[in-house]
């Protein structure tokens, strides 16, 4: 039985007065299993009875077991994103929001793992751009792997921390803030966080967050919008928090409306929204919507001479000879932008070159729109990425699909017999994985040494393990 902190459950019981006992039952119960799909990678192959629909998300299923996802395929070709239901509901969220433009700058300042950036890397139109940006090195790695294994053209990702955001020319239409938190949210899938949970540490996160507020604050423009939340319910990084940052700076804070049969409580003090697990499935999520008025004057920028003080990108403009190669491996309906950087092409549409520009100059850029290829001498190395963009060229490679046991070896980097020439295109179930270049006698694995599977997982049955899955269908098939 777990053993609550006296304070935790003062806490909840003031927030929650009679509602306190179910909410302490529901955490005795196990966490829901919940997964969002890529829109531009899967789909439900046909109408299924079994299907538990998350209601606030269109791509978002509940399952009634949980798998291990590690030996998915699906999973780790950006087929789906495990995440929590409560989490989801940023796509509600999302679409009530009141944008003039669809060519938005949008920026998920603590972004890592990935999961709401890949959300919003869904939502938002194709005529718009976010940054993913994490601090923490380690952190952003990982985001990084996540959005390119999602394969969206129209992201980028950073490593900075939230004042550096100031350095740009420009504002955004939109922010996510989801700050670092004391994730009472989470208790019940991660006994850590119970144990670290105090008085002291709520404000301690308060602090942080009251601090990560100030800094990205200037960067959101006069009528922009940013979405403030947590994985924790307490007040001191809620209510308190936003109500002590209004006094400082003025914000309307926006009413959101959902079904009430979707369990949604609202503050009493204000626009704050929270999930509780006695009243949906999902964690612990809590969030609210601020908009900066119309009429707060615009932050300055940085002058034309320190940007010019600003150390330069080693970046270029790609060979015609490689140039014409990498082309051919992208179908695009509109103009491309290919830069080289340290022996890596990247590719971007042209229509976000004038912003990549500015953000290459301020910011830490880990990811530059899709990594396509990788200069080796004379030759020309498709990267891992680009066979995970759904924008890829497929026909222009030899495709080999794998079987289950096949993916699982490829995944874990081992070689794989076969004959042949040149790149191959490793597939399955007609969704892209990566490459494997042919020899006389074997498949070298260019799966990324960073991304294999590294776990042994001893008495799994393969097909079993996938039947408590739905069954999807690659977009490509």
């Not at 999520?285 to 010019?308: G, N, Q």
Request: charged share 20%; net charge neutral; hydrophobic share 40%.
């Amino acid at each position: 039985m777990t053993r609550w902190p006296a304070e935790f459950k003062a806490q909840m019981q003031k927030l929650l007065n009679e509602k306190t006992e179910a909410f302490f039952a529901a955490q005795a119960q196990p966490a829901p299993v919940s997964l969002r799909m890529n829109p531009s990678k899967l789909r439900i192959s046909s109408a299924q009875d079994n299907l538990h629909q998350v209601p606030w998300s269109q791509t978002g299923l509940y399952l009634s077991e949980r798998p291990v996802f590690t030996l998915d395929p699906r999973f780790h070709a950006g087929g789906y994103y495990v995440q929590d239901a409560s989490c989801m509901l940023l796509e509600a969220i999302y679409l009530q929001l009141p944008f003039k433009t669809e060519a938005l700058k949008v920026l998920d300042l603590c972004a890592a793992p990935g999961g709401k950036s890949t959300h919003l890397a869904s939502l938002i139109s194709r005529e718009a751009w976010l940054i993913a940006n994490e601090v923490v090195p380690a952190r952003a790695r990982i985001l990084a792997e996540n959005i390119a294994k999602w394969g969206a053209e129209n992201v980028f990702v950073s490593q900075n921390q939230a004042k550096d955001f100031q350095k740009l020319p420009f504002q955004f239409d939109l922010i996510l803030a989801d700050a670092p938190c004391s994730g009472e949210g989470l208790f019940r899938r991660q006994t850590e966080a119970l144990e670290e949970w105090s008085p002291a540490q709520v404000l301690q996160c308060a602090t942080r967050q009251d601090q990560i507020l100030e800094e990205i604050w200037p960067c959101l423009k006069p009528g922009g919008l940013l979405i403030y939340s947590t994985c924790t319910w307490n007040s001191s990084e809620n209510e308190m928090l936003l109500q002590a940052f209004q006094l400082k700076h003025d914000f309307e804070n926006l009413e959101m409306h959902f079904p009430p049969e979707w369990g949604i409580d609202c503050s009493k003090e204000m626009p704050l929204y929270r999930c509780y697990p006695h009243r949906l499935e999902g964690e612990g999520f809590s969030f609210s919507v601020l908009r900066k008025p119309e009429s707060t004057p615009p932050h300055s920028h940085p002058p034309k001479e320190l940007k010019r003080q600003q150390a330069k990108k080693s970046e270029a403009p790609v060979n015609r000879v490689h140039l014409a190669q990498v082309t051919e491996w992208v179908q695009a309906a509109e103009a491309q932008d290919f830069i080289t950087e340290k022996e890596q092409i990247w590719y971007l549409p042209s229509r976000f070159a004038h912003e990549f520009q500015e953000l290459n100059k301020a910011l830490k850029l880990l990811s530059k729109g899709i990594f396509s290829a990788e200069i080796k001498g004379k030759d020309l190395i498709p990267a891992a990425p680009l066979a995970l963009y759904p924008g890829l060229r497929s026909t222009n490679f030899q495709i080999r699909e794998l079987s289950l046991e096949e993916a699982i070896a490829y995944l874990s980097r081992e070689a794989l017999p076969g004959q042949g020439k040149g790149w191959h295109l490793f597939c399955y179930q007609g969704l892209a994985l990566g490459w494997a270049k042919a020899t006389a006698t074997h498949f070298n694995n260019a799966w990324p040494k960073e991304w294999k599977i590294r776990q042994r997982f001893a008495n799994i049955q393969l097909e079993e393990n996938l039947s408590h899955l739905p069954d999807f269908q690659s977009i490509r098939t």
